[in-house]
């Protein structure tokens, strides 16, 4: 897979009205190409990005382990920026206002989004993970949204911290999705960039006795250091019983961000009879789960696919508390000019989030 980058200039885009984006080809590589600075339509805004993260389904999609973007798309869902311009109706925000992209875009009239289950709306798109081209993302110059789709940053959220706030609102639709976990014992699967803000949003919802295990010494102290209450490493024969020994019974959730058959297996046998699997992470494939003592031990399996609009918020009071662990979670920083650079960076160490700033 090559790490250089390309860049194209259509003829069409000339310089005053041209931007640099870039391209991901799953299996092939990152580039850049020169298109047309986008105008947005009627209830959009056009943003100027000032900080793009590289989410773990991102490096996924490059090395075609992802089961849902395996064609070109233009990348960019973990965005920062201020706005630019605003199209015809679009309303509540103002002309050079930071804001944070929710990038998966609802329908709002189905059945799913009249229940407050917009990351389940029938017809979801998403700016950046769009293998239908529909929606440019954010790694590039400038993009454009939905105006309900971008959240104003409170003051005194740095914009590195803001970059975090989609990504951590995957983990609090986790965690609420769960059940009540006041007071409740958590173990978390995988200790990278979904796994650290899983422990963020499991505190927030009043969990008192967090287990992580990881294969990573490193990602487990950063874990440690965050408010995990116990760290295991997931290499050690006797994993599974020093996990029971911290909680000092079964877990009452488990919140898998590794997403293997081998890690739902683990789950299974962590939880207690009623309890409950959320798998977080994007599996790359099919697995065979022990449905017996699924059955017998009336398990709850729940998948959980991004967030709401009502998780957006919840990570956004996060932020503004300063609850998110910035300095923890960002490792490096690359221009634009260097986009394949920083998926090389982030696909070679998972242990920190990458961002990019055009």
């Known amino acids: 897979m090559t790490t250089e980058f390309t860049t194209t200039v259509s003829q069409e885009a000339s310089a005053s009205t041209s931007m640099l984006g870039a391209v991901v080809e799953p299996l092939l590589?990152?580039?850049?190409?020169r298109r047309e600075i986008p105008t947005p339509a009627p209830g959009q805004a056009l943003v100027r990005s000032t900080l793009i993260g590289i989410c773990g389904s991102d490096t996924h999609a490059l090395a075609g382990h992802h089961p849902f973007l395996a064609s070109t798309y233009l990348p960019g869902h973990e965005a920062t920026g201020v706005i630019e311009a605003l199209g015809e109706g679009a309303e509540g925000l103002a002309l050079g206002q930071r804001v944070i992209l929710k990038p998966n875009v609802s329908c709002g009239t189905c059945l799913n989004c009249l229940a407050d289950r917009s990351?389940?709306?029938?017809t979801l798109s998403w700016i950046g993970c769009d293998p239908s081209l529909r929606w440019a993302g954010a790694m590039a110059e400038y993009f454009v949204a939905p105006v309900g789709n971008l959240y104003p940053v409170p003051d005194g959220v740095d914009d590195a911290t803001a970059a975090l706030v989609e990504c951590l609102a995957t983990p609090v639709h986790a965690a609420r999705i769960a059940g009540d976990l006041t007071g409740a014992r958590v173990v978390i699967l995988g200790a990278g960039t979904i796994g650290?803000?899983?422990?963020v949003a499991a505190l927030d919802a009043g969990v008192t006795n967090i287990v992580v295990t990881d294969l990573d010494r490193g990602k487990l102290e950063r874990a440690q250091r965050v408010g995990a209450h116990h760290a295991v490493l997931a290499s050690d024969t006797d994993a599974d019983e020093q996990v029971a020994s911290a909680l000092g019974t079964?877990?009452?959730?488990?919140?898998?961000?590794v997403a293997s058959e081998r890690s739902f297996a683990q789950a299974i046998s962590l939880l207690r009879r009623a309890g409950t699997l959320v798998v977080v992470g994007v599996p790359?494939?099919?697995?065979?789960?022990p449905m017996p003592i699924i059955q017998d031990f009336e398990i709850r399996v729940q998948g959980s696919a991004a967030y709401t609009e009502a998780d957006m918020e919840t990570a956004l009071e996060i932020a503004r508390r300063g609850g998110l662990p910035t300095g923890e979670v960002v490792s490096q920083t690359f221009e634009l000019s260097?986009?394949?650079?920083?998926f090389a960076?982030?696909?070679?160490d998972s242990s920190g989030k990458v961002l990019i700033t055009p």
């Open 284 to 289: 790359a494939r099919d697995a065979v789960l």
């Open 119 to 122: 990351n389940a709306c029938e």
């Open 345 to 348: 960076a982030a696909t070679a």
């Open 29 to 33: 590589g990152v580039t850049l190409e």
């Open 338 to 342: 260097r986009a394949a650079d920083a």
């Open 250 to 257: 079964r877990a009452d959730v488990v919140l898998d961000c």
């Open 196 to 199: 650290l803000l899983c422990v």
